[in-house]
C-alpha cells in the first residue's frame, strides 16, 4: 500500500462499530478511495498512491455538520506578502501540513460505510469517525479551528487581519541580549 493511504489507520480516523449499534436517525455515509500515480521529473512512475474520501454528498445539513466556512487567505494577499518580503528583503519560510485534515478531531458523531475491501463478518461494519477525512464537509473548517488553536498556543493570541481572514499576525517587543528592543513580526497565512 502507498505511504499516503495507511495514513488513515495510523491517525485514528474511527472505530469499526456493527451497523445495528448506529443510533437511530443518524445518516451513514458513503466513501470511496481516490487513486493517483505520482510521477518522476523523467515521467517514469515514483509511486502509487490511495485515498479513502468520504462522500460528503452523502451528508446531511443540520445532521452531520452545520457550519462549513473555513478561513484560508486570498490569492491578493499572498502576492502582496511576497512582495512587501521581496522589496523589505524578509525571510519567509513555508511548510506543507501533510494530510492536514486528517490532524483534526471532528465533534459530531459521523457514521461513514467500512471502506472497501474491509471483511465484515458477523454483520455489516460502519466507521465511527473521530478525525476528519478528506471529503466531509466540515474538514476544512475543523482543520483551520485546530490551526488557530496551534498558533493562539505559539503566539499567545489569534491575531486575525482585519483586511483578510486567513492571515494571523502577532508582533512582539522583546528585549535582546545585548538590551537592545528589537520588534518582532510574524505572519502566518493559510492557503488550502
Known sequence: MPKSSPAS??????????????PA???VMHCHFVFAIKRKADGSTDKFKARL????????????????????????????????AAARDYNLTSL???????QATIDEDLYMRA????????????????????????AGREWARL??????????????????????????DESAPDSRTHRAAARATVFV
Do not use: M
Not at 150 to 172: E, Q, R
Open 96 to 102: 506543507d501540513i501533510r494530510q492536514a485534515y486528517l
Open 25 to 27: 436517525g443518524a445518516n
Open 53 to 84: 474520501v468520504a462522500d460528503g454528498s452523502t451528508q446531511k445539513h443540520w445532521v452531520d455538520f452545520n457550519r462549513v466556512f473555513a478561513t484560508v487567505v486570498k490569492a491578493l494577499t499572498i502576492r502582496l506578502v511576497l512582495a512587501i
Open 147 to 172: 490551526l488557530a488553536r496551534v498558533l493562539v498556543a505559539l503566539n499567545g493570541c489569534p491575531g486575525y487581519s482585519g483586511h483578510d481572514p486567513g492571515v494571523n499576525t502577532s508582533i512582539t
Open 9 to 22: 489507520s495510523r491517525s485514528d480516523v474511527g472505530d469499526l462499530v456493527p451497523l445495528v449499534s448506529v
Open 115 to 138: 471502506p472497501p475491501g474491509i471483511n465484515s463478518r458477523g454483520g455489516e461494519l460502519v466507521c465511527k469517525l473521530r478525525r476528519s477525512l478528506y471529503g466531509l464537509k466540515q
